[in-house]
């Protein structure tokens, strides 16, 4: 076994963490940063850190991922940060020459106590950072939240830094998106643009984390959102903000800074979801839902009522990410399956209202945890008290699957031993059904693979 | 510059490529980064500025000493909960990302490297202090799993609010009777994970090695083989020719290992250090302590491997493990053969650049030499003047703060574990031109004009890149797909791209066909669209 030594009896921990189901603040930073054309993110703070977040990401997508660091030593640590951010810009420009620099701060600097833009001001001052670039600081405590905060706060300073309002509407939507994939962002401005509206989607990492070979590198790829994006959306009609963890404080700032105002939703993966993205985006761009739309529409719902006998009571363990949890599960009970367990790292207290409101009564023995100790090894521990159909998660969940034998589908982040989750989105009707591929498949593989030859089917 | 081709003993010079790559420096940094970036001359080994702090901003390769310590060195043990006092991501980052294999004996046997563990630390923590957490999180780990050991890894936050990690280990290690103890390997101690290594030998050594002297003698040659970290199998390929030789592994730092056999590994006859980088210290004080002589040895090629067997049975001379290797030795050897005749005419003249690690990038070289492979280009990650230059420059090591900053225990002679016979055997091998304690670094055998650069960066990368155009690079993770992005294949050397095992003969081989694969794949040559080359289409819309 795998994971030999847990059992069903648990024990309650107040201080011990085991497998956890979340990360810290500054790969969600770095991971925001990347959605921003130009963009180099900086870790300010000991190299490690630095080196951590980039491989994690670059495992997740298997593609370049760019950051650099403030080098902290001991010296750094007991005079402060400021010489190494102040000479680290400096070097930053003259050899990567970014636009955009993104600083975040990590659990040491933060310990210490160095502020960014007291830095950043003197940094300017002193003329370390030239004419027309720009650094954006964004402070990323880990012993705060988890990685999904520090997306949010990163978020967060770029829409305080960049917007502006002109005094002049113009036609166009704020999309502010959780974490999400590459695909998801290209599959968010698809449908935008299906719906006949124009929107700035903010970070939007596509065409950045999914590049084609081409055999030049780009340090700075094509996509990512401009800069005169990001400035004109202080004078967007609306804001749709997409996932309540992610994307409230920004919008929240946006709407305080440039008075646009904003209306919060789920991000839009599964049924439910998506219609209420696609109801959003009817009534503040003011248009009808296009026939192609709900045609997609038709086509999930189409492909549930097919194969509604094979999802129908299965029980789901669930962990990963709030902003993917509360839609992932309102969809699977859509689709008749219990969600029965579902964890996630992250603090918060609104997760499980949330939840409770996904799951909407169809659940009564759903047991939902989350925060601190609200990791895998607690997942894992319910499930040797009583099994469940299937288990979804990041990659970390296939050693629970193989030890419990149980269907495994791979969400969230990190997921590093399978490709597709950075090409084919899993938002939007579209989103859905690929969803749905992977659970059925996952599913009936395991049927195929074990029920008596006798009850072997062909058609199913 | 143009491709160079079919160069033998020497290889042009350079220097306009250094030049091109310094001009891009603020005047500072390229007086720095001089020094780091040096033409090798293996008649006239030059001075290597190696082990010194990366510049800030500068997009590099390495790590923290954090990442050193419990990633590399304590790792690869199966026996041990290893407790990271934190905030989440440290020890999340480190969980399994490492691909040391292990084999517990039985299914019953513990196995912690599948689990994650760390204290967690929220702010409140930060502000009261993290210490009762810390026990707290100890006696769960305890109460939970009844572990053989405990131990507690610091990161940078801790050592800044003062938590005395070690007081809480030796509290809990009295009230629960196991072995505990803790690592202040804070991120930021040194300049990379080197100094993470070196502070784990210490304590690995102080607490752990020469707990348990009542095993007596578990076969005739008794050894440790050190530095051997078990990616990708490479050490259970090394174990099957102990095996088959009749030599007993006691204790393997840290692959494929327990904390339970370094408390006796001190019964060792003698040590065998791998990546000298990582464990040089562990053997220098067992050295002192017990009189166990090493001896450096490198799985990493088939000759070498063949090297180091020799070696090892020589030290011991006797007459029937002689037989035995020589005869293990034949056999894998034609094995080795019949492949490399095959893959070599279809990669030969090739060219690869090395930037990984402490060893890794002199110890593949072997195998790329065996292969007609030539190396342009190669440097360290985190090694040391030493691991270029070879030891005998130690003495002549500048001490710098950074360095200052780690411990350097004081060593005694123990009364009764220390084994005089063992160093009476070393003498007359010595004297029989037998090398002891001897690494000779990279450089030496490099060739003249190779460029050597310590701690490269993003921005050297691109530029040898550019101007050298090498038909393989190796490094790791965060290097990979930037490369290939060029159009070359890289190949990891720290996961092996989750292939290998490659020590040992065995390894040698899958390493040959890895090459085949990787230097003659048709994919490369595909890059650009076939349309991409023909003269676009020009004219009206008008259908004819
Ligand atoms: S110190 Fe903080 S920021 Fe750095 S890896 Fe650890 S948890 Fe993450
Ligand atoms: S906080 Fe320190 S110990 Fe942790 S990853 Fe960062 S540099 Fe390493």
Redesign the pocket.
Known sequence: MLLRHTTATEYKREALTINPAKTCQPVGAMYCALGVHGCLPHSH?????C??HRSALTRHYKEPVMAATSS?TEGSSVFGGQANLLTGLENIFTIYDPEIVAVHS???SETIGDDLPQIIGKARSEGKIPLGKHVIPASTPSYVGSHVTGYANMLKAFVSYFPETTGTKIDQLNILSGWVEPADMRELKRIVSMMGLNAVVLPDTSDVLDTPMTGKYKMYPDGGTTIPDMVSMGDSWHTIALGEFCTRDAATELENKCKVKFSMRELPIGLSATDRFIKALRRYGKVSVPKEVEDERGRLVDVITDMHQYLYGKRVALFGDPDHLVPLTQFLADCGMKPVYVVSGTPGKIFTPLMEKALNGRVPEAKIMNGERADMFQLHQWIKQEGVDLLIGNTYGKYIARDENIPFVRYGFPILDRIGHSYFPSVGYLGGIRLLEKILGVLMDKIDATCPESKFELVM | MDKMKNIKTELPDPSALKEEILKRYPRKIAKKREKSIVINDPDAIPEVQANVRTIPGIITQR?????GCKGVILGPSRDIVNIVH??I??SF?AWLTRRNQTQPPTPDSPNFMTYCFSTDMQDSNIVFGGEQKLRQAIKEAYELFHPYSISVFS???VGLIGDDIHAACREMKAELGINIFGFS????KGVSQSAGHHIANNRVFTDVVGRKTDKGRLGKFQVNLMGEYNIGGDAFVIEKYFKEMGITLLASFSGNSTIESYEYSQDADVNMVMCHRSINYIAEMMEKKYGIPWFKVNFIGANSSAKSLRKLAEYFGDKELIEKTELLIEREMARVKAVADRVRPKVEGKRAMLFVGGSRAHHYQELFNELGIETLSAGYEFGHRDDYEGRHVIPTIKVDADSRNIEELTVVKSETLFKPELQDKKLLLEQKGFKFEHYEGMMPTMKKNSLVIDDINHWETEKIIEMMKPDLFCAGIKEKYVVQKHGIPLKQLHSYDYGGPYAGFEGAINFYLEMERMLACDIWKMVDAPWKHEPSIMGSMVYE
């Open positions: 703070g000991s190299q490690g850190c080196s951590y902290f990590t659990c040491l | 790590g923290c000493t954090y990442a934190g905030p991501g440290c980052y990161t940078c936050p390997c804070e991120g930021y």
